[in-house]
């Protein structure tokens, strides 16, 4: 159970989509609104954050290594176990047969750690896959979203569609980063939130990004750039200040 609440810690979730391949994973890692020194636990269906050494592709989180477990068993010990230890640390759920039960024992494990006095970052993958639909999300990843806050849970949900997410993640999301979509649908659907103009969120590329902060229309654009792969990214108009995230 959740301990420690405390009403005084601001609502930091982030909800990132974009089409396959939009990079949305890249933001996760490189948008600046998860710690560079993390307590950080990833559910993670299909191994984007997978470390190898020496791979210049599996570079893990923002090339630093990511512990993953394909069982509960072993997930939740070294979760425990990492927890515990009150450092920093990068972990992942990768069970072989993704599904929501799967995702909702993540969320229970999560709950069950939070901490208000302590914050713990969580990366739920491909979230639209393991809702029921896209009312309002009533399991333990809504009482994540809802709740999460003042017991230090910071959440960031994955999706390529967001008209397949519930409403409870967007809404609970202060933070929004949109990449390129797949259809108009999608592309109205965020324009909404940003209010922005469909032109706006057409002419994203892979990689670029608006980003939608806590205010009526209050949103800017950024993109990450590739320098020598795995080594040398960087973020180029992010208007966030990332002391404060
Ligand atoms: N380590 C990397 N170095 C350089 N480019 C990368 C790296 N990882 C991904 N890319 C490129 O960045 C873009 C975005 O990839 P990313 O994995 O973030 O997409 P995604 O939105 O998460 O896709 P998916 O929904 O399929 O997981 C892709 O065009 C990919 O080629
Ligand atoms: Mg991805």
Not at 32 to 42: D, H, K, Q, S, Y
Not at 182 to 197: I, P, Q, V
Request: net charge positive; charged share 25%.
């Amino acid at each position: 159970m959740a301990i420690n609440p405390n009403n005084t810690l601001p609502a930091r979730h982030v909800f990132y989509t974009a089409t396959t391949g939009g990079g949305k994973s890249m933001a996760v890692q490189y948008a600046g609104f998860v710690p560079r020194v993390p307590c950080l636990a990833i559910f993670d269906p299909y191994g984007d954050y997978l470390y190898k050494t020496g791979s210049k592709r599996d570079n893990g989180f923002g090339g630093k290594r990511v512990y993953h477990y394909s069982t509960r068993r072993g997930f939740a010990r070294a979760f425990r176990q990492a927890w515990g230890t009150r450092k920093c640390f990068r972990i992942a759920y990768k069970p072989p047969k993704p599904n929501r039960a799967e995702m909702l024992w993540f969320c229970e494990l999560m709950w069950a750690a939070a901490d208000g006095d302590r914050r713990l970052d969580v990366v739920i993958e491909e979230v639209a896959k393991w809702v029921e639909s896209t009312a309002k999300e009533q399991s333990i990843l809504g009482e994540c979203m809802t709740g999460g806050r003042k017991f230090g849970l910071v959440m960031h949900t994955v999706a390529q569609r967001p008209t397949e997410v519930p409403k409870t993640i967007t809404s609970q999301s202060p933070y929004k980063i949109v990449g390129m979509q797949e259809s108009r649908a999608d592309a109205e659907r965020m324009m909404k939130e940003l209010d922005c103009g469909f032109e706006e969120i057409k002419s994203l590329k892979a990689l670029c990004y608006l980003l939608k902060s806590p205010g009526l229309s209050n949103f800017s654009s950024f993109k990450i750039e590739m320098g020598e792969w795995s080594k040398n990214q960087t973020t180029t108009n992010l208007a966030i200040d990332r002391t404060t995230i």
